[in-house]
């Protein structure tokens, strides 16, 4: 049987391990023992007895892959080289998947965690905030918006700021969903700061570009993610893009490679840096990888717009398509039936 080694348990890297153990000898690498529902920590935040929902350990859905708990220092042209525990293993492969994804501030990603430490990492979280009273969140963006909603959907008592470097909150929607999202956080009395920047941090008080000093009882940095790609950097420097994220081809292979893949988060491409976008490439890689070894035509991986849920709380939302936008209850249960679809293939 051939080896597929996948680097990454994400929704790219469990998504292609539980398809092709099957026909393959597969290895799922990663960091974590568990697969996690990301987009969901935020409601956990507030809501933490919907942990148990978000989780599935990597052992519960894969059958015969192989688990190696560990983080990726290095890959070749043959091998990934892996820390587990205190031991250097060197995992040859005739495929390898790169699905690493990329990493965001704490609580929202975490690394090399056990499934029951990051449950205890988020409780503890639930904890702070539970006993704060001003609240501030830096950076307006989806996650930014999010969590607001969340916390000001759960709690009556906290005062939150919202610090936007932009002149508008989620400002890569359109106006409709940018002017929903304002109005339904100031209506609940959220305060929002356009147009500034934290610049620095002094013994707990946040300072602004315009001198603005708020000294919150906790804070979120909800500011943009970076890839996990150190891995890489030794012996595939020139397969980084400038911000280094891996330069791929129609068909997902990193350039240059037939038999290298690169999905999720962590693939150069002009796309949002979504969930289902790291599901549609692990579909396509899946079926690349099959039709390489039955001699068949690879399938070209499409950019194309995607529906966008935004949640608002339990009970709100914002849904993007295109230039569409369709606000309310429905896409605030959307979300839900979502986590709930995905999280039954993990079960
Ligand atoms: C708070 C938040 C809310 C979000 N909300 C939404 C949403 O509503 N809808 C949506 O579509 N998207 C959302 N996203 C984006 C979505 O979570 C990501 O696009 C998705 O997780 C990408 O999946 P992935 O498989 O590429 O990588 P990841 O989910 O990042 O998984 C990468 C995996 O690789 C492992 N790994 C990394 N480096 C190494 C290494 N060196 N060795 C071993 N293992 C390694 C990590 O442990 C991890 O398990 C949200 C993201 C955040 C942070």
Redesign the pocket.
Known sequence: MKRVVV????????YIAKKLENYFSVTL????NY??F??S??KVIVEPSHIKRIHALHSAYLNKAKILI????QVTKKEVI?KCKDRIMKIVFDYLVI????K?QYP??E??LILATRANSLKNCYANLFKSKKVLIIGGG??GV??AAEIIGKYKDKDITIIESNKELIERTPKKAREYARQFLTNKGVKILFREKLVQIKKDIFITDKGVKIKPDISFL?TG?TP?F??MQKNFYSKLNKKNYLKVNDYLQLIGYKNIFA????AGLNE???????ENH?RIIVKNIVNLEKNKSLIHYKQKPRI????LGRYNGILNYKNFVFTGIFPGFL?HA?EWKTMIKYR
């Open positions: 680097i990454g348990g994400g929704f790219a890297g469990a690498i990663d960091a974590k697969f996690e990301t987009p920590v935020l560990g983080e990726v220092k892996t699905a690493s994804g990329t965001y929202f990603k690394q090399n989806v996650v999010e969590l909800c993610i996990n150190k891995f999905a999720g988060d962590i949002e840096k979504l969930a289902q976008n790291a692990a966008m849920v935004i949640s979300k979502i």
